[in-house]
Nanobody
C-alpha cells in the first residue's frame, strides 16, 4: 500500500521560510514524478510545483523565485523549500505521485498524502 507522509508545516510570519518534506513508501518509485499542491479554505486545490525522476521541475507562477522543489530518490522523499512566504500561501499542502513526466494537473496524480497545514501570519 502506497503511503505519502508530509511534514514540516506550521505557523510562520510573512517573509519567513518553511521546508516541507514528503516521504513515500509502499512500492518502487523509480520513474515517478512527485508534486506539491495546496488548498486554501474555500478554494480549489491548486498546483504548486513538481519534479521528475530526473529532476526536471515546473512551478506555478505564483511561487516561482520563492519556492524550490527537490527530491532524494534514495530516500523516496520530496522537499519544498518555501521562502519569502506571504499570507496568500496559507493552505493545506499536499504531496502527490504520478508515473512519468511532471504535470500541473491534479487529476494526473495517482497517490496523495494527507496534507500538512501552512499558516502565514501577516
Amino acid at each position: 500500500q502506497v503511503q505519502l507522509v508530509e511534514s514540516g508545516g506550521g505557523l510562520v510570519q510573512a517573509g519567513g521560510s518553511l521546508r516541507l518534506s514528503c516521504a513515500a513508501s509502499g512500492r518502487t518509485f523509480t520513474g515517478y514524478a512527485m508534486g506539491w499542491f495546496r488548498q486554501a479554505p474555500g478554494k480549489e486545490r491548486e498546483f504548486v510545483a513538481a519534479i521528475s525522476w530526473t529532476r526536471s521541475t515546473i512551478y506555478a507562477e505564483s511561487v516561482k523565485e520563492r519556492f524550490t522543489i527537490s527530491r532524494d530518490n534514495a530516500k523516496h522523499t520530496v522537499y519544498l523549500q518555501m521562502n519569502s512566504l506571504k499570507s496568500e500561501d496559507t493552505a493545506v499542502y499536499y504531496c502527490a505521485v504520478k508515473w512519468g513526466t511532471v504535470a500541473g494537473v491534479a487529476g494526473s496524480y495517482s497517490y496523495w498524502g494527507q496534507g500538512t497545514q501552512v499558516t502565514v501570519s501577516s
